[in-house]
């Protein structure tokens, strides 16, 4: 999976927080917080990403859903909806919930639901119809990586869907959003075909 890492060495991002930090925490503009984060997140030596690249590069399936869903990490289902993105620049908007009836109330990221524009239209490399709503199941994050319980709805999944179905995903990557359209990377992991078999069931209860 792509995720559109942005390159950020470990040296520079160093650097780049004892600049910030230099900065007096009541002068910090939220732009100087947003970044001072992403820094300490490179200086630690996770990679950084732009959500909306990474929808970008993966683009969508025929039926004109996305190939990418990203969903608060202690969901079990997400759902999507997608449309035309306002303004006629080609561009698509999704809207991914923790639930079928959520909505969303402006925010990038709110509490059971994330939006991504992409400046990808859906039409590439569509065939006939497309469908604007689409569901499946989230994956299982193995205990190496599992957030505490009381701190797991502050983060993120992230995951390729092969198709909007039931079908498990194989391979997951766990998010903490720093600001906008930036989120660090914890960790990636590849489900093996047992915890697949096992979260296969979940269609069925």
């Given amino acids: 999976m792509e995720l559109g890492t942005l390159e950020i060495t470990e040296e520079e991002a160093a650097a780049r927080v004892a600049e910030y930090e230099q900065v007096l925490e009541a002068d910090r503009s ?21 959500l909306s690249k990474a929808f970008d590069i993966a683009g969508f399936h025929p039926t004109g859903l996305p190939k ?18 306002r303004g006629g620049d080609g561009g698509t908007h999704m809207v991914f919930s923790d639930g079928q009836w959520n909505r969303n109330r402006g925010a990038l990221v709110g509490k059971n639901t994330v939006q991504v524009d992409t400046t990808v239209s859906r039409e590439a ?5 497309r469908r604007w709503r689409g569901e ?11 957030p505490k319980r009381s701190r797991i709805g502050n983060f993120h999944i992230l995951w390729e869907v092969d198709q909007w179905t039931p079908a498990p995903p194989v391979d ?26 096992v979260l296969s069931q979940r269609r069925n209860g």
């Fill in 125 to 129: 490399g569509s065939s006939g119809s």
């Fill in 172 to 197: 997951p990557a766990l998010l903490r959003h720093i600001r906008g359209d930036l989120w660090s990377v914890l960790a990636v992991w590849d489900l093996s075909p047992l915890e697949q078999l």
């Fill in 30 to 50: 939220a732009e100087d917080a947003a970044l001072l984060q992403a820094y300490r997140a490179a200086k630690r030596g996770l990679p950084v990403i732009s």
């Fill in 68 to 85: 990418l869903a990203i969903v608060r990490a202690d969901a079990k289902k997400v759902w999507v909806e997608v449309s035309d993105r």
């Fill in 136 to 146: 499946t199941i989230v994956p299982l994050i193995p205990p190496r990586h599992r």
